[in-house]
């Protein structure tokens, strides 16, 4: 009888959401989950298909999995499954293979996890993905911070992207069902509760609801948490929820915008649904009713067409925003998306040229927005790892806090007064309570 499983999300934050769901099917069915580096008698991977690279990595894993344990059952799920099954049935030892409706429906498809010598595959046509699958962190993942699922699905076009095939129609979590889910969170007793999905944004439009009022109700509930919205969209990132957001004391002061290109050129070609001057004017505002709220930039380079002028565009109007990091992606080609098709391939080492300047770009952006902490007050969630003696957290504005262990504030708000930032990018700095009544001065 098989006992262990050992699971392994590749891709977003949703996926982490819907494997700790998928997690905590498993302890309800008796079995231990343990670390991925450890033999299992299952191993679930749920993949993404972003990139090339992430389809790379899953086939890397699956194999080192099978070299630990070559009786193992490998189940493969998430959005590279749901849009190549048959290229992942090819690879050796694959026992289970799930799309994006079934993915949930793992014990009902099987719960003995015997060996197969071919790949069994239940995976829905994307016209048929329209249910709203629950998924939230749970006891399978030990998180201090709930990933919460209440989107799933896009209805945008963009050229470059197979997320919409992978996934389906945008929908939404039903509100009755996600302050039900929000509450036991809470009780759970997670602190930091982060709100994912595919486009988080469009929450409620199929359904006569919005983000904003949604968020409303959330921190109307009883108890010590904090919101993060894991990303939105700059079109959907409404005054409404900037304001909510710079004034609420129970909302993270930190906002991750996907910006894409800051040339408008290639921003057309993607079917972008903004213009660079909107997305200037709303980083503007942003920083205006808060010049300490923390902004992420996702930026892809190296799209089809982009000349070294684009790239400089892009360059240039990202330095002089007032932003705290990027998340920086290097172009893949994806089949079935209509970029393939475009003129003007980058070549590979030019792409990630152009990678590597904005990864050092972001690093003195990033350098920049904690060194303007220093002698600020900030409230930081610590974790409960404790690494060669050092605990980290994440502050509300998203500056990442490095600490001695201390058993007494893992998950716990503290305020620490920012002093210096290390060697290693890490803010640092003086205990000075917990839960704004403990005093904990910290010599």
Same mark, same amino acid.
């Given at each position: 009888?098989?006992?262990?499983?050992?699971?392994?999300?590749?891709?977003?934050?949703?996926?982490?959401?819907?494997?700790?769901?998928?997690?905590?099917?498993?302890?309800?069915?008796?079995?231990?989950?343990?670390?991925?580096?450890?033999?299992?008698?299952?191993?679930?991977?749920?993949?993404?298909?972003?990139?090339?690279?992430?389809?790379?990595?899953?086939?890397?894993?699956?194999?080192?999995?099978?070299?630990?344990?070559?009786?193992?059952?490998?189940?493969?799920?998430?959005?590279?499954a749901q849009l190549r099954p048959d290229e992942i049935a090819k690879i050796e030892g694959v026992d289970l293979i799930l799309g994006s409706n079934e993915k949930f429906n793992l014990f009902s498809i099987t719960d003995k996890f015997e060996k197969k010598d071919v790949a069994c595959v239940f995976v829905s046509p994307t016209m048929a993905i329209n249910e709203f699958g629950n998924a939230h962190s749970t006891d399978a993942d030990?998180?201090?911070?709930?990933?919460?699922?209440?989107?799933?699905?896009?209805?945008?076009?963009?050229?470059?992207?197979?997320?919409?095939?992978?996934?389906?129609?945008?929908?939404?979590?039903?509100?009755?069902?996600?302050?039900?889910?929000?509450?036991?969170?809470?009780?759970?007793?997670?602190?930091?509760?982060?709100?994912?999905?595919?486009?988080?944004?469009?929450?409620?439009?199929?359904?006569?609801?919005?983000?904003?009022?949604?968020?409303?109700?959330?921190?109307?509930?009883?108890?010590?948490?904090?919101?993060?919205?894991?990303?939105?969209?700059?079109?959907?990132?409404?005054?409404?929820?900037?304001?909510?957001?710079?004034?609420?004391?129970?909302?993270?002061?930190?906002?991750?915008?996907?910006?894409?290109?800051?040339?408008?050129?290639?921003?057309?070609?993607?079917?972008?649904?903004?213009?660079?001057?909107?997305?200037?004017?709303?980083?503007?505002?942003?920083?205006?009713?808060?010049?300490?709220?923390?902004?992420?930039?996702?930026?892809?380079?190296?799209?089809?067409?982009?000349?070294?002028?684009?790239?400089?565009?892009?360059?240039?109007?990202?330095?002089?925003?007032?932003?705290?990091?990027?998340?920086?992606?290097?172009?893949?080609?994806?089949?079935?998306?209509?970029?393939?098709?475009?003129?003007?391939?980058?070549?590979?080492?030019?792409?990630?040229?152009?990678?590597?300047?904005?990864?050092?770009?972001?690093?003195?952006?990033? *350098?920049? $927005?904690?060194?303007?902490?220093? /002698?600020?007050?900030?409230? @930081?969630?610590? +974790?409960?790892? =404790? %690494?060669? &003696?050092?605990?980290?957290?994440?502050?509300?504005?998203?500056?990442?806090?490095? *600490?001695? $262990?201390?058993?007494?504030?893992? /998950?716990?708000?503290?305020? @620490?007064?920012? +002093?210096?930032? =290390? %060697?290693? &990018?890490?803010?640092?700095?003086?205990?000075?309570?917990?839960?704004?009544?403990?005093?904990?001065?910290?010599?």
């Amino acid at each position: 009888m098989a006992n262990k499983v050992a699971l392994q999300t590749l891709g977003c934050k949703l996926n982490f959401s819907e494997t700790s769901t998928i997690g905590n099917q498993f302890i309800n069915s008796g079995f231990e989950v343990v670390n991925f580096d450890q033999d299992a008698d299952v191993y679930v991977f749920n993949t993404c298909s972003v990139t090339e690279n992430a389809e790379k990595e899953c086939r890397q894993l699956v194999r080192r999995a099978l070299r630990k344990n070559p009786n193992a059952f490998v189940v493969v799920t998430g959005c590279y499954a749901q849009l190549r099954p048959d290229e992942i049935a090819k690879i050796e030892g694959v026992d289970l293979i799930l799309g994006s409706n079934e993915k949930f429906n793992l014990f009902s498809i099987t719960d003995k996890f015997e060996k197969k010598d071919v790949a069994c595959v239940f995976v829905s046509p994307t016209m048929a993905i329209n249910e709203f699958g629950n998924a939230h962190s749970t006891d399978a993942d030990e998180r201090t911070r709930a990933y919460f699922k209440i989107q799933d699905g896009c209805d945008y076009k963009c050229t470059f992207c197979t997320i919409p095939l992978a996934r389906g129609k945008s929908r939404s979590m039903k509100p009755e069902d996600l302050i039900h889910e929000f509450e036991n969170l809470v009780d759970t007793g997670y602190k930091e509760i982060i709100l994912t999905g595919v486009n988080v944004g469009d929450y409620g439009s199929s359904i006569e609801t919005n983000l904003h009022d949604m968020l409303v109700k959330m921190v109307n509930i009883r108890g010590e948490f904090r919101i993060r919205i894991s990303s939105i969209e700059p079109n959907l990132l409404t005054d409404d929820i900037i304001k909510f957001t710079v004034d609420n004391e129970k909302m993270c002061k930190h906002f991750h915008i996907p910006l894409q290109s800051g040339s408008q050129k290639i921003l057309k070609l993607m079917q972008r649904r903004y213009k660079v001057i909107d997305y200037e004017k709303l980083i503007t505002k942003i920083n205006s009713q808060n010049p300490d709220l923390g902004i992420g930039v996702d930026v892809i380079v190296g799209f089809p067409g982009e000349t070294e002028l684009d790239f400089l565009d892009t360059y240039n109007f990202l330095k002089d925003l007032p932003i705290s990091y990027l998340h920086v992606f290097t172009y893949s080609e994806r089949p079935m998306t209509k970029a393939i098709e475009f003129p003007g391939s980058v070549d590979i080492i030019e792409r990630r040229r152009r990678n590597n300047m904005l990864r050092v770009l972001s690093d003195k952006k990033k *350098n920049d $927005f904690y060194n303007k902490m220093i /002698n600020k007050d900030l409230d @930081v969630l610590f +974790e409960s790892e =404790n %690494t060669d &003696g050092t605990m980290k957290g994440f502050s509300s504005n998203y500056v990442r806090f490095t *600490n001695s $262990f201390e058993g007494l504030l893992v /998950n716990q708000f503290t305020k @620490v007064n920012v +002093e210096k930032v =290390n %060697t290693l &990018g890490l803010a640092e700095g003086r205990i000075k309570g917990i839960h704004k009544s403990i005093e904990l001065i910290a010599s």
